[in-house]
């Protein structure tokens, strides 16, 4: 069967500030209407008909569609019912129409497909839910029998019905015929002017067809951003979503308040998670893996049981099995570690490979080198890799020791087992096995009138 998509985004969001269109404002790092897309592009035969307020919206600029997406212009702002009726000419003969908007971007593939399921039947489905705080949104009003009588917007609630905290999420299923049919005798008498959608409740009934309504029991993935304030709610309700997620997959978050995903994260079973961690981008991590407070992890891989301490930021870069990171290190520009290996507090690794078992724990700048296995730098080793016109290569092989406060100055090599003692400026190359000492001697001097 097929399914249609009416994609609400024409409103000009005046209750937000900033300039950007509402539907385009980021939640988790993507824009809000993005969000209902890619949600919609789960759905076998499905075809978004996204409502804009001209062909030059940015909206339109900024959203990435399938092929089959049709765009529909609302020149003016008549209500959601109007937005709605301008789409009608795009709705498939036989199939059901589902009503989105651009601004309530959390709802789930599981959720729209059983409203699909519902609305095969003859019916008008609604998506309601319970909210303590039900300012903004419009009410559902029950009879005596638990049926839905109508939805009623906030500037035309009584004083009673402003109580009433069952409220609609704007998300409706019906066959497009039905749709076709009812859409066109909704009114604007009303205290808005507009035209609401809402009022197809109570047409509906006029009409004898059946409300029936979906009562969610969380609230998390229908709230909507009108203001400032509830997009900051609705940032916080997308991370809570994504984090009981990972919680039910197997993985400990010590705050699943205080976590921030802004891409696709996956984490392995039995990995934990610490408090105020930022994801970016697209970041595997894998099992047994312990990530500390405070860390930054973009377009990166982590492989099973790394411990990342506390402060560390890693960037475009691959962190094998069983290494250990920070605090405070950071990693980037395709920097690979291999397995077993460490970077310490302070160490800075960038367009490098840290070879299995090779150590780097305190204080150090690794920048365009390859160490081979079981390397280990002293604290305070510093690649010189640029000479102000180029970066240059530093390659350390197997077993390596560079004494502590190394400069290397690249390009150099240093051989298997070879080392360096401290305080050294390596300029050139070292064979295996050989001790290097670039620095001066140090002499003592004696004087009369000290002890
Ligand atoms: C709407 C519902 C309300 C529901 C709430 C849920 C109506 C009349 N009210 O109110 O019952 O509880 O959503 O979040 O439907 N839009 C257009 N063209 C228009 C007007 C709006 O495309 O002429 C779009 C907006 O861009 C937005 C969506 O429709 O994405 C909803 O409009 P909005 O003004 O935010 O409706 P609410 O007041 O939130
Ligand atoms: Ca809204």
Redesign the pocket.
């Known amino acids: 069967m097929n399914t249609d998509f009416i994609i609400?985004?024409?409103?000009?969001?005046k209750r937000m500030t900033g300039s950007l269109?509402?539907?385009l404002l980021p939640i988790a790092g993507k824009p809000m209407?993005q969000h209902v897309l890619d949600t919609v592009a789960g759905i076998e035969n499905s075809r978004p008909i996204i409502?804009?307020?001209n062909q030059k919206s940015e909206v339109k600029k900024f959203l990435l569609t399938p092929k089959n997406t049709k765009w529909v212009t609302?020149r003016?702002?008549?209500?959601?019912?109007?937005?709605v009726k301008t789409a009608l000419p795009e709705l498939r003969t036989g199939s059901i129409a589902v009503v989105l908007?651009?601004?309530?971007p959390l709802v789930e593939v599981k959720t729209l497909k059983a409203l699909i399921k519902m609305a095969r039947k003859d019916s008008l489905v609604i998506l309601t839910f319970n909210k303590e705080h039900s300012e903004?949104?419009?009410r559902i009003v029950r009879g005596s029998k638990n049926q839905v009588e109508a939805?009623v917007?906030?500037k035309d609630a009584s004083k009673q019905q402003k109580k009433i905290t069952e409220?609609?999420?704007?998300i409706l299923a019906i066959q497009s015929a039905h749709l076709k049919k009812l859409l066109p005798k909704i009114k604007n008498k009303n205290a808005a002017k507009?035209?609401?959608?809402?009022d197809i409740v109570g047409l509906a009934k006029e009409e004898g067809m059946k409300i029936n309504p979906l009562l969610l029991k969380e609230s998390d993935e229908?709230l909507?951003a009108?203001t400032p304030l509830e997009l900051q709610d609705l940032e916080r309700a997308s991370q809570r979503i994504k984090a009981n997620k990972l919680l039910l997959s197997g993985v400990n978050i010590a705050d699943v308040n205080r976590i921030d995903s802004r891409g696709t994260l996956k984490v392995g079973r039995g990995s934990f998670i610490d408090v105020n961690n930022v994801f970016e981008g697209v970041v595997e991590i894998g099992k047994n893996v312990k990530i500390g407070p405070n860390c930054f992890v973009k377009d990166s891989t982590i492989g099973d049981g790394v411990n990342v301490k506390a402060s560390t930021v890693i960037e475009d870069s691959q962190v094998g099995p069983g290494c250990t990171l920070g605090p405070f290190a950071r990693l980037r520009g395709g920097t690979v570690m291999e397995g077993n290996s460490e970077l310490g507090n302070f160490v800075e690794a960038n367009r490098s490979t840290i070879g299995r078992d090779s150590k780097a724990k305190h204080l150090t700048y690794l920048g365009d080198a390859t160490l081979g296995t079981k390397v280990n730098i002293g604290a305070g080793t510093i690649t010189c890799n640029y000479d102000g016109e180029k970066k240059h290569k530093t390659k350390l092989e197997d077993e390596v020791f560079v004494g502590s406060n190394t400069s290397l100055v690249a390009p150099v090599t240093l051989g298997k087992k070879s080392s360096t003692g401290a305080g050294s400026v390596i300029t050139k190359n070292v064979s295996p096995g050989d001790l290097a000492i670039g620095r001066s001697r140090q002499s003592n001097i004696k004087r009369k009138n000290k002890k």
């Open positions: 609400l985004a024409a409103g000009r969001g269109p509402k539907v209407a409502v804009i307020e609302q003016k702002q008549l209500g959601t019912g109007h937005a908007y651009g601004d309530v903004g949104y419009g939805i917007e906030e409220v609609n999420s704007g507009e035209y609401y959608l809402t229908v909507g009108n």
